[in-house]
């Protein structure tokens, strides 16, 4: 069990890198002045989509985590 902990984490790990590094950048620049950047803030539906993975690998790296770090799989 602890084997397959350890595998589950390094997985989410690297593919939480992997989708935080798709998202496209948030950044206001100097439009976030003069209010014009959220002229264009209607997210599309791929982005949601990836949001909500990226949400879901995150708690599985979480737990396994918290799992690991308490020793409560040994």
Do not use: R
């Amino acid at each position: 069990m602890l084997i397959l902990t350890w595998g589950l984490m390094t997985i989410s790990a690297l593919l939480l890198i992997v989708l935080i590094l798709m998202h496209s950048p948030k950044g206001d620049g100097i439009a976030g002045i003069g209010g014009a950047a959220n002229m264009f803030a209607s997210q599309k539906s791929a982005e949601k989509g990836l949001n909500k993975l990226t949400g879901i690998v995150a708690a599985v790296f979480i737990i396994c985590t918290f799992l690991l770090g308490f020793g409560i799989i040994k």
